[in-house]
């Protein structure tokens, strides 16, 4: 088996080169721009306790006499604190890189869950049809009459209430991932059901039923991999779609707390601060949350020319 | 047909029917008629009423136009579809309201063969994955060289180099995609093979490769075959017995030889006289009036007697039986029945 | 002076890394009131060809060079608004697909007298009176009916027979069907093909027939050109080219067919497959798959030259030719 594999480990690598996935992204300087800026983004917040010259999460290590300093480029910057301060005296720069971590963190893992969810009750709705993909389908429905942000604002507001927020605190990541993950589960179950119900109809599925394959192994082994092309495309929008949320969530004050900051609650913290000057504890932070957004958009809308999913619902 | 008493029959299809309902939600069988509001079930009657019985080692084909009911008889034969009326024994066995495990040994003897050979393999398995899946599945005591010795000689019997087998489907051509279903279809050694339509979708050149490989699996392995097809011509070359279906319903069942020497059923008259021969220098068929009736509100009497020329009073209101003539052709028409047709 | 008269045309279409060639330079002519099938297997170039003499190829397909002379005007460099006039004027083109050459929101009657219009000047009236009478022609019942009726409302058949009478319509000199009965059921082919015969000897319109079917091309046309991997390889009469190919390719494409061998006997097949048009081996590109290939027939494209009746591009044919007619001689 490791030889048939190294094998193909060779011809794998000049396969993807060959694809056309890889041509179209080397002609398209889009795809590379926002390929290079998503990759610099990620590479900095994987690494952000090696670049980031404090630790936020210390509170030990700010100074309150440092508290709203400007930029390093600006007049009365300080040229220790590239992005200046925020009120309590934090590094910005650094508070960016970690928040950009829990962003992306809180984004990744939504929409695993997302995904778990959608293409396990999609693959299912598709393929046994009939009455069970009746009642999952309203399922849906219902959860996609209510907006995302609804649902997330009175559950996480409940449990807030409900634990206090010093335990709601602690837990925060994971009741945002939670929240967001089962929010968004429809826009998967509906892509991925599309895709099924049209692949089940192709001689393949009907020559692994004659062969007595049972009807897991079909699912998994069969349609599954044959209906990845979409899934890949929504991820992308959905990562894209849940960080929003987060940054919302947290903007309202439902979501990290501001010891442990993510790049929604580092906009609102400084929000309270635009009117008395101090810009930049918004701006910068915000700058960034758009700029990640939109090239994981951008590599999405590529994806899907090159992919062409016929069922793409966004 | 006498003769093949002496061979055991393997499968045998009595009273088959197979009807697929059009309005299946309650709101959808509401319909608004002449300021009336009434319920109304429609359905599609793809196959009515249909026995055959098909025995070892000969290659039944079954031949019509589109619409005529001929894969739904495959389909229900494979299992992939459940009759509405009717049994199905093979070898003796009711097959048709067996379920998963039970079904599993039936499997391993009969397999199929499909129609679009781009369609009917995996795309993102290779085609040593798609070979070996079937013979883990079916006999999981193989050891792993088991399992390979068993692709290759499978590869080797269709006539594909071996090596090839890390490549995907994409990499091959249409008649050798196909040559790989039917090696798919033999890992599991079946004794019994439903084709759909196996070289309509290829070139006139690669059909005759492929034809010429289940010719050859047939002697080999001793394969019984029912096959279904539109062309009369791959009829004449590949059947033993042939079952012409319209609408659903057989009109006529003989020997091949019988059925292109002397055709009784006015439909099957038709259907030869159509296929454009190399000696022909103009078409020269009998014309049919009309067309197909669709297969929701069946005609009552012969299913053929809007488009027939013999058809009278009779004929539209009795549903002809089907009766063996003195050549051992069995024909399901009034007018063959009553001698009105010479 | 022929109707339609290719020079060597040769069409090719910019892939990825590279062009191929898909028409290796044909020429052909048409004559007027002829008839003449192009068959060949698929990848062969006979429907690019239909395209390519219409000037319908799209990117990234495009004509390189030749000459497509359709009553003494070159169709290859014309501008877009003279090929218009000449398309679905003077030449018509039928599709494989009758289910989808209709435009499904329009009715019959919106279609005809649309393509009317556009080409003549009439009114509305006149329009469909004209489309009436075409539709009387292909044998459609109770026509005035029809032309307020959706394509979906009508059979294959019914469609295809609307297809004709809309190619028919501003009494075209030249047809060309591609595959025209492919998707329709036997009998209904041919009443089909039958239509379309009649209606080509009875108006005079040239026809050239597009098809895989050596029955329908025996049934329909006068003459034949056979292609393979984007040349023509035989061309003749018809009767000529069934009853006696010259071309090792046309004679394995009509062993090859069932009625040719016993019942049950093996077919006699061609070995292999047709070469993709990026992977044409050098020399004649049947070579790979031929009996008789020879060092030379590996080496050098065989030129199109007269053998007897017919003209065929194979180095071999003028031994085989002697060495079959000195067999019948000898007998």
Request: proline share 5%; hydrophobic share 45%; net charge neutral.
């Amino acid at each position: 088996m490791s030889m048939m594999a190294d094998h193909q480990g060779n011809s794998l690598f000049a396969r993807i080169m060959n694809s056309n996935m890889a041509y179209s992204f080397k002609r398209n300087p889009v795809a590379i721009v926002s390929m290079a800026i998503f990759l610099i983004i990620t590479l900095a917040a994987v690494f952000a306790p090696l670049i980031a010259p404090t630790d936020p999460y210390d509170p030990s290590l700010y100074d309150i006499l440092d508290s709203e300093l400007p930029p390093a480029w600006t007049n009365q910057g300080d040229p220790k604190f590239l992005f200046g301060t925020d009120d309590q005296g934090r590094d910005l720069w650094s508070a960016i890189l970690y928040g950009t971590r829990t962003s992306l963190i809180i984004g990744i893992c939504a929409v695993f869950v997302q995904a778990f969810l959608g293409i396990s009750i999609g693959l299912i709705s598709g393929y046994v049809g009939g009455r069970i993909d009746n009642i999952l389908m309203r399922f849906a429905d219902i959860q996609l009459s209510f907006s995302t942000l609804m649902v997330a604002i009175i559950f996480l507001a409940v449990s807030q209430a409900l634990f206090g927020s010093e335990t709601f605190n602690k837990y925060a990541l994971f009741m945002l991932v939670g929240v967001i993950g089962i929010a968004e589960w429809p826009q998967y179950a509906r892509t991925v059901r599309a895709t099924v119900l049209a692949e089940k109809k192709k001689e393949y599925v009907d020559s692994a039923r004659v062969l007595g394959f049972s009807s897991i192994r079909i699912m998994v082994r069969h349609i599954l991999p044959n209906s990845l092309s979409p899934i890949f495309v929504i991820s992308t929008v959905q990562v894209a779609n849940a960080i929003i949320s987060e940054a919302s969530l947290s903007f309202l004050g439902l979501g990290m707390p501001v010891s442990q900051p993510s790049l929604g609650s580092l906009i609102s913290s400084g929000f309270d601060y635009i009117f008395s000057g101090s810009w930049w504890i918004t701006t910068i932070p915000g700058v960034v949350l758009v700029v990640l957004v939109l090239v994981i958009n951008l590599l999405g809308d590529w994806m899907r020319d090159v992919l062409n999913p016929k069922l793409y619902k966004g | 047909m006498k003769d093949n008493a002496s061979n055991p029959a393997i499968l045998e299809l009595e009273n088959l029917s197979k009807s697929f309902d059009l309005d299946k939600g309650f709101l959808e069988t509401i319909k608004f008629k002449k300021g009336r509001i009434t319920r109304e079930k429609r359905s599609v009657h793809a196959v009515n009423d249909i026995s055959l019985t098909i025995t070892k080692g000969e290659a039944l084909c079954v031949v019509g136009e589109s619409g005529c009911g001929k894969s739904t008889v495959a389909r229900l034969v494979s299992g992939l579809l459940n009759p509405t009326k009717g049994a199905i024994h093979y070898d003796g066995h009711r097959i048709d309201t067996l379920k998963g495990n039970a079904l599993l040994p039936y499997r391993k003897r009969m397999q199929m063969i499909f129609q679009n050979p781009y369609a009917s393999l995996n795309p993102r398995m290779t085609i040593q994955q798609a070979l070996e899946e079937p013979v883990r599945h079916h006999n999981p005591s193989f050891s792993r060289g088991q399992i390979k010795d068993k692709v290759t000689e499978v590869m080797q019997s269709v006539g594909v180099d071996p090596s090839w087998a890390s490549r995907y489907p994409h990499e091959f051509s249409g008649g050798q995609r196909q040559r790989i279903a039917i090696a798919r279809a033999l890992t599991v050694d079946p004794e019994f093979v439903i084709a759909d339509e196996p070289i309509s979708a290829l070139d006139v050149s690669i059909q005759a490769q492929v034809l010429n490989l289940m010719l050859e699996a047939k002697e080999d392995r001793g394969l019984t075959y029912l096959f279904i097809t539109h062309d009369l011509s791959v009829v004449q070359h590949f059947g033993t017995r042939v079952a012409v279906l319209y609408l659903g319903s057989i009109c006529e069942l003989a020997d091949t030889a019988t059925l292109f020497a002397n055709p009784k059923h006015p439909y099957t008259r038709a259907l030869l006289s159509a296929v454009p021969q190399l000696s022909d220098d103009r078409p020269n068929h009998i014309r049919l009036k009309g067309e197909i009736p669709t297969p929701i509100n069946l005609p009552k009497g012969c299913p053929f007697q809007s488009r027939c020329a013999y058809a009278d009073a009779r004929c539209g209101t009795e549903q002809p039986l089907a009766i063996e003539q003195s050549d051992g052709s069995v024909v399901a028409c009034h007018a063959v029945e009553e001698g009105r047709i010479d | 002076m022929p109707l339609l008269s290719v020079r060597d045309l040769v069409v090719k279409f910019a892939m990825r890394d590279e062009t191929v060639t898909a028409l290796k330079s044909i020429s052909f002519d048409v004559a007027r009131g002829d008839r003449l099938g192009i068959v060949g297997e698929s990848g062969a170039g006979k429907s690019v060809t239909g395209f390519a003499l219409l000037n319908l190829i799209s990117r990234p397909g495009f004509i390189d060079s030749g000459e497509i002379l359709f009553d003494g005007m070159n169709m290859a460099d014309m501008s877009d608004a003279e090929l218009r006039e000449v398309r679905g004027n003077k030449m018509a083109m039928i599709f494989q697909d009758p289910m989808v050459t209709l435009n499904p929101v329009l009715t019959i009657g919106q279609q005809m007298v649309e393509t009317l219009q556009a080409h003549r000047k009439l009114s509305r009236k006149e329009a469909e009176q004209i489309a009436v009478l075409k539709l009387r022609e292909v044998y459609i019942p109770a026509p005035e009916e029809r032309l307020a009726q959706y394509p979906h409302e009508l059979s294959g058949g019914m469609r295809q027979r609307i297809i004709i009478a809309i190619a028919l319509l501003l009494d075209p000199q030249l047809i060309i069907a591609d595959e025209p009965t492919t998707a329709l059921d036997v009998t209904i082919q041919a009443d089909i093909m039958e239509l379309l015969l009649e209606l080509c000897t009875t108006k005079k319109v040239s026809l050239i027939l597009i098809t895989h079917d050596l029955g329908v091309v025996s049934q329909m046309t006068e003459n034949t050109l056979v292609m393979y991997a984007g040349r023509i390889i035989e061309a003749g009469r018809t009767r000529e080219i069934i009853n006696d190919p010259q071309h090792p390719y046309t004679q394995g494409l009509i062993n090859a067919l069932p009625q040719q061998t016993l019942p049950g006997e093996r077919l006699k097949q061609i070995p292999g497959n047709m070469p993709s048009l990026s992977a044409a081996p050098k020399g004649c590109a049947f070579n790979a798959r031929c009996e008789f290939a020879q060092d030379r027939c590996r080496m050098e494209v065989p030129n199109f030259e007269q053998i007897g009746p017919v003209k065929v591009a194979c180095h071999e044919v003028r031994r085989l030719h002697h060495e079959t007619h000195k067999q019948e001689d000898l007998a």
